[in-house]
């Protein structure tokens, strides 16, 4: 190694080292849930703490699925979350194309409506929303799951700004060649933009599995809670001492994490590209 190269890892350990304790620093907690998830019960609050467990119990995760429905949580949450993802990249994605490439009356002025709604929080239209599916009678069904999520402000920009980035020529000559809008639309510009559309998805992923609020509303049956709403009604208590069994709540946490996790590890590579392509910067 050169000396210059030297001198500029020694410059830079600094900051790494610090970024590297951060970043352990910020996985304790999540440490925490998956170790306590495999102790026995009434070992989580023992003292001095243990971070790892001295006895390793696996048998927290086979009783989630035994002491409640959590099988069907996941189907919940697995259907309602792919059809909400899907549905939101075809319909905003379609939007954002209008927006970008098509001229009519208006259009601007549209934009700026939709952009003024980002800045509405969900709580007022919480309740027309609900009385609007009520109307429908789509309480405890997919559809008042579903239908809600489909479509997002912040996505339609988000993509918008990514249709900005093709040139013009390309449609300019796929028009020329007789190709109509959406051969357009399908064949050139949505292969182009990829990782924003792969943003999109992962910012739907998350929002809908990790959703709370408007499940607690529409699923009022058991068999129609998804994920996050089967962890709040998860109260499983230790016959000894009445408290909540913590071994169990973190197995429960753990599992509805992994889809997460995994999800944003596949797609990491086309998230960091698609914001950058976008032009979002935070």
Do not use: H
Not at 20 to 29: E, K, N, R, S
Not at 43 to 61: A, M, V
Not at 104 to 112: H, I, N, R, T, W
Request: charged residues 10%; hydrophobic residues 55%.
């Amino acid at each position: 190694m050169s000396r210059k190269a030297l001198l500029g890892a020694l410059r830079t350990a600094p900051t790494y080292a610090i970024l590297a304790l951060l970043g352990a620093f910020m996985l304790v907690p999540f440490l925490w849930m998956v170790t306590t998830s495999l102790k026995p019960s009434g070992t989580t609050f023992s003292y001095p703490p243990d971070i790892f467990p001295t006895t390793w119990d696996f048998g927290n995760y086979v009783n989630l699925f035994t002491l409640a429905p959590f099988g069907k949580y996941l189907l919940n949450s697995v259907v309602v979350t792919a059809v909400t993802v899907l549905g939101q990249v075809a319909f905003c994605a379609s939007a954002a194309y209008g927006f970008a490439r098509l001229s009519f009356a208006g259009s601007k002025s549209v934009f700026v409506l939709f952009l003024a709604t980002m800045m509405i929080p969900f709580q007022v239209t919480m309740i027309p929303l609900f009385l609007i599916v009520f109307r429908f009678n789509w309480v405890n069904t997919y559809q008042g799951l579903i239908v809600p999520g489909i479509s997002s402000a912040f996505a339609i920009f988000l993509l918008r700004q990514a249709f900005l980035t093709i040139p013009r020529d390309y449609q300019d000559a796929a028009r020329i060649d007789g190709a109509s809008e959406w051969t357009v639309f399908f064949r050139i510009f949505l292969p182009l933009v990829k990782p924003a559309l792969a943003t999109v998805a992962v910012f739907a992923f998350m929002g809908t599995w990790n959703d709370l609020l408007w499940p607690l509303l529409i699923a009022r049956d058991e068999n129609m809670r998804t994920v996050e709403l089967g962890l709040a009604y998860f109260n499983v208590t230790s016959s000894a001492y009445q408290q909540p069994n913590w071994p169990l709540m973190m197995a429960a946490s753990v599992v509805s994490l992994l889809p997460v996790v995994l999800v944003y590890i596949c797609a990491q590579r086309y998230f960091v590209a698609g914001i950058s392509l976008s032009g979002v910067k935070g």
